[in-house]
């Protein structure tokens, strides 16, 4: 398996819907697989980026904290960097911007990631609040979400995008977070717009999607009336 | 990534649905991934089976071909074997089969395999028919299948279960394949009665989902008026 065309799931999107929030996998294990990526903490502790290796969690009081080897995940997303340019664009709004990147890219049919360095003059993020067992659901944890506004800040924002194909394993179409320059601001993105930024492109041929296959509460849930992609459209 | 725990997947089970059915991976690539496994080859070329890393096609005139290294498939699934027993059955129905696997197992929400050795007091298969480009759409393939059926056969049935959260990624429920003992019969199951078997099972944890990003047909195909779901299960 080529170590670069390869993104890496574990936990599929659709356990954070009936609240299956147990961390399953540490840390430093999903450091194995990659090194820059998007995910969240058991009980949907806080936003999670990981920038040339090193995981930062943006909690629900907006703090950017770096989380250790042992720190838990539900879900995360993590691949091995090798971006190349797309474009420089200046002045764009996300819905333009999210429309451009799959014009150019012709990838509507796979998995790819996104990266953008540069200025954005706003972006709002929002982190969720961590729940304790028995955890809050999907809808539950969207109502206790702490929400973020800046203006004219510089940093990094990373952005999976899946195929319509597989909504429900994952968020069909972007799925961006962010991290200010300082380590000051960031979260899961809800709007943005950029001001002047690079957006570089990486390919993926595989999605290795790993499942909690040792969490009894997630292999014994009856999915089947549990409205997946309803309610993750609803909270993304 | 451990070896054993891994379900390789090349193709996506929604790209035969409108007939992008270009051969995008080789035998010989495909045998990297494993030593077990079930596929179809190019323009729905029959059905394949591959038992201790050798690949046998079922023709739509029900001969059985051992095919080349250069043989190529739209779509495979491939695992390396390392089955713990289960449970021996005697005279059991298909239904009554996939209903206890999934109770004994317990992994209705992860990727599984099961192999089956014994003597079936009766098998139905089918087996589909190449065609060349613009190839079929599945619903066109399936007008043109042939249907064979067998009574007191010993042989091999090899069966995966994806979960319902991937169908249309994968065929949600069992996709079984069989091959006799003696290489004269098999194809895709549609039905059977098991005499006197073996049922063995290997779990997965991962499900590693290899897209065909070089084939522009698949990557500039528009699925979203595409009946995925309604047109695999009226198929399969």
Redesign the interface.
Known sequence: ?AKHTTLYQHG?L?LLVPGLLKGTMTMGELLKHGDTGIGTGEGLDGELIILDGKPYQIDASGRVNVVSNSFTMPFANIHYARYSPLAELENVSQDDLNEQIVSLS??????FSVKITGTFSNIKTRAVRKSEPPFYTLAQTASHQSIFTRDQVDGTLISYYSP???D??AVAGFHHHFLSNDHQFGGHVLDFQLDKGDVSYQ???????????NDKE????D??SDD?VGSIHTAE
Do not use: C, R
């Open positions: 398996m599929t659709a012709k990838a509507e049919n796979t998995f319509e194909l597989f429900g394993a390919l993926f041929d595989t999605f290795e999607q790993h499942l909690p296959v997630y292999m014994q849930h999915f089947s997946i």
